[in-house]
């Protein structure tokens, strides 16, 4: 399994923007899917956007179009680019892995995840 380890959370004001960003570990990053999901308190943990292992894309429509997910594999990372962040989107957020290369929206079919990152967006 890859170690993965998130970073770039924190409070900003609504209409503003972060970059989470996600570093594994481990060989094989180029194959594998990796996927962002976020968690709110009492609620259970949500997709959010996930990149398969030739670079295919997807959203939920609650992020689509201020969400976007990319990857380097030459440095064993993804990222998540949010703009317009709004309230509701305030969560723990996590990036998890499926080693097959399929990106999926299910969180229970990633193996890998991180520790997670805190989004706080304020009104």
């Known amino acids: 399994q890859l170690q993965l380890v998130e970073s770039g959370g924190g409070l900003v004001q609504a209409g503003g923007s972060l970059r989470l960003s996600c570093v594994a570990s481990?060989?094989?990053?180029?194959?594998?899917?990796m996927g962002w999901f976020r968690q709110a308190p009492g609620k259970e943990r949500e997709f959010v956007a996930t990149?398969?292992?030739?670079?295919?894309?997807n959203y939920p429509d609650s992020v689509k179009g201020r969400f976007t997910i990319s990857r380097d594999n030459s440095v064993n990372t993804v990222w998540l680019q949010m703009n317009n962040l709004k309230p509701e989107d305030t969560a723990v957020y996590y990036c998890?892995?499926?080693?097959?290369?399929?990106?999926?929206?299910?969180?229970?079919?990633?193996?890998?995840w991180g520790q997670g990152t805190q989004v706080t967006v304020s009104s």
């Open positions: 990149i398969d292992w030739v670079g295919n894309t």
């Open positions: 998890g892995a499926r080693s097959d290369g399929r990106a999926f929206s299910l969180p229970s079919t990633y193996a890998s």
């Open positions: 481990g060989r094989m990053f180029n194959r594998v899917a």
